[in-house]
């Protein structure tokens, strides 16, 4: 299965991929934290990729929490290649855009779907922020607003900036 794939699936079918782990977190909340192994790790056994939560005193919250990280980390840090002759946004980088009625924003399930098109055509581009924002429709005001909305993409889009030598994007 390709990286393409990853996360088209449904929560059961990426569970079904990955290893689970349980343990204790020590530190501070409260009288019942460390009664149970409620934390819990995700691992993506094809790419090594984790999510892993601790917060909520309930296993199924924190596995809920770790497969929401495990669908970020796998859009911020897989790139996958991108055919610019002719390019069309598909619908899932269509919803994240600032210029749709209904966009949808990082606390969505279906945000890091649309991000991590973002990322790989930041990537096709070379991270051109101009590039980017045109081939998607938008300023470059507008495409640095969606990016700073949500730190860790920003963080990202910095990153495949720095590598290349040009300057960070600010929020």
Same mark, same amino acid.
């Given at each position: 299965m390709t990286s393409t794939d990853w996360l088209a699936l449904?929560?059961?079918?990426?569970?079904?991929q990955c290893r689970f782990d349980?343990?204790?977190?020590?530190?501070?909340?409260?009288?019942?934290?460390?009664r149970r192994d409620t934390a819990v790790r995700l691992v993506h056994s094809p790419t090594g990729l984790a999510g892993q939560a601790s917060e909520r005193r309930s296993q199924a919250r924190n596995r809920?929490?770790? $497969?929401?990280? =495990?669908?970020r980390t796998i859009a911020l840090? @897989? /790139? +996958?290649?991108?055919? !610019?002759?002719?390019?069309?946004?598909p619908p899932a980088l269509e919803r994240i855009l600032p210029r749709r009625r209904e966009r949808i924003g990082p606390r969505h399930r279906d945000f890091w779907t649309g991000a991590?098109?973002?990322?790989?055509?930041?990537?096709?581009?070379?991270a051109g922020l101009a590039d980017t924002a045109a081939a998607?429709?938008?300023s470059t005001?507008? $495409?640095?607003? =969606?990016?700073?909305a949500?730190?860790?993409? @920003? /963080? +990202?889009?910095?990153? !495949?900036?720095?590598?290349?030598?040009?300057s960070a994007v600010r929020p």
């Amino acid at each position: 299965m390709t990286s393409t794939d990853w996360l088209a699936l449904t929560d059961a079918e990426l569970l079904s991929q990955c290893r689970f782990d349980r343990f204790r977190v020590s530190g501070p909340g409260g009288q019942h934290r460390n009664r149970r192994d409620t934390a819990v790790r995700l691992v993506h056994s094809p790419t090594g990729l984790a999510g892993q939560a601790s917060e909520r005193r309930s296993q199924a919250r924190n596995r809920e929490m770790a $497969l929401q990280r =495990l669908r970020r980390t796998i859009a911020l840090e @897989l /790139r +996958r290649p991108v055919d !610019l002759d002719p390019y069309h946004p598909p619908p899932a980088l269509e919803r994240i855009l600032p210029r749709r009625r209904e966009r949808i924003g990082p606390r969505h399930r279906d945000f890091w779907t649309g991000a991590q098109h973002l990322l790989d055509l930041f990537e096709a581009y070379e991270a051109g922020l101009a590039d980017t924002a045109a081939a998607v429709g938008c300023s470059t005001n507008q $495409l640095s607003k =969606l990016l700073a909305a949500e730190p860790q993409l @920003l /963080r +990202r889009v910095n990153e !495949l900036r720095a590598a290349r030598g040009r300057s960070a994007v600010r929020p």
